[in-house]
């Protein structure tokens, strides 16, 4: 679908809105990532790539005191003339307008990211869940994620906060009324997504052009890894807490799939039901290595399987999912 109108031009094609705004002295381009497609636009000033997901949640919240975890990551790239630099730049509705030189950062797997990245030097403070890289420990402890600690985040001035976890917005104004802003990106439910974070903060800290460059090497040398190993399990389900089934839409099943068949693909979230296995039969059963084996085999459902009966389970580190960043590639040595 397509929308025109004289002073604003709108491409909207498969979820993916696109909005160039012509200027007297100064132009302006600012895109959304949707959810659904990935192009490539080609227009005669600048070349960007987009992948077919967004780094947003899709679940909203229901709460007006949090931040709404439905919100599209928007890029905007501006510049006087034909001249486009690489900032202020847009990212889930927080504007950016120049690297931030001090970030506290409160999520596990973004802090990994930001230091794989190389940007490590940058952290000022941690969330008390941070522990890798084996440097960030001794950076100062603002809390967990879920309850910073707001005044000595203050006191400290950051530039930017970086969190995993929605923070109440009537925090979040706090933050800002102190000069700090707050960037939400929620965790990932698939690859696509999770290479998003990559190029979004690589454009938080280096701007729309390199930083995007940058962010998408970094992940692309992730993403190879998983791909190219010959790792076959067939097929399988995803068993995590509660015995509770990993369906299609989530980064546990995105992961996975690259190395079998999730049978719960056509599922959401994680609400398979498990007495629908025993008509499938799955090859193998995965579990999240925070459950125990036990669980499993004394699941009035998930214990009939074949494949628990015959023993073909495989744990691997709940951490890969929970807060994903460059070290998943480690799951390749739990599935072989």
């Avoid at 084996?134 to 203050?154: C, H, K, N, Q, T």
């Amino acid at each position: 679908m397509c929308e025109m109108s004289y002073n604003n031009l709108y491409i909207v094609v498969e979820g993916m809105v696109w909005k160039m705004e012509s200027l007297k002295k100064r132009r302006k381009y600012s895109y959304r990532i949707g959810r659904i497609a990935a192009l490539v636009l080609s227009a005669a000033i600048f070349l960007c790539g987009c992948d077919k997901n967004d780094i947003s949640e899709t679940s909203e919240s229901t709460s007006e005191s949090e931040v709404t975890s439905e919100k599209q990551a928007e890029w905007v790239i501006s510049g006087d003339d034909d001249t486009l630099s690489a900032y202020p730049v847009t990212v889930n509705d927080v504007e950016i307008t120049s690297s931030p030189q001090q970030v506290i950062c409160l999520s596990s797997s973004l802090t990994e990211i930001v230091c794989e990245l190389g940007y490590g030097d940058r952290l000022t403070g941690r969330g008390s869940y941070c522990e890798y890289p084996e440097s960030v420990s001794a950076l100062p402890d603002f809390g967990r994620p879920a309850y910073p600690d707001l005044d000595a985040i203050i006191r400290s001035s950051p530039d930017l906060l970086l969190t995993a976890t929605s923070i109440p917005n009537i925090d979040v104004v706090k933050l800002n009324d102190s000069g700090i802003k707050v960037l939400y990106i929620p965790a990932p439910r698939s690859l696509d997504e999770f290479g998003r974070i990559y190029s979004a903060l690589g454009i938080v800290f280096e701007g729309i052009f390199d930083g995007e460059d940058e962010g998408n090497k970094v992940f692309a040398d992730i993403k190879n890894k998983l791909t190219v190993s010959d790792i076959s399990v067939g097929s399988f389900v995803y068993v995590t807490e509660g015995g509770a089934v990993a369906g299609g839409d989530t980064i546990e099943s995105s992961v996975l799939s690259l190395f079998g068949t999730n049978l719960a693909k056509d599922a959401s979230g994680y609400c398979y039901a498990a007495d629908v296995l025993g008509e499938e039969q799955p090859d193998v059963v995965i579990i999240n290595s925070d459950v125990s084996s036990d669980v499993i085999t004394g699941d009035e459902k998930l214990g009939k399987l074949d494949a628990v009966l015959s023993g073909k389970l495989i744990s691997v580190s709940n951490s890969y999912f929970e807060s994903p960043s460059g070290r998943i590639t480690g799951i390749l040595n739990e599935l072989s």
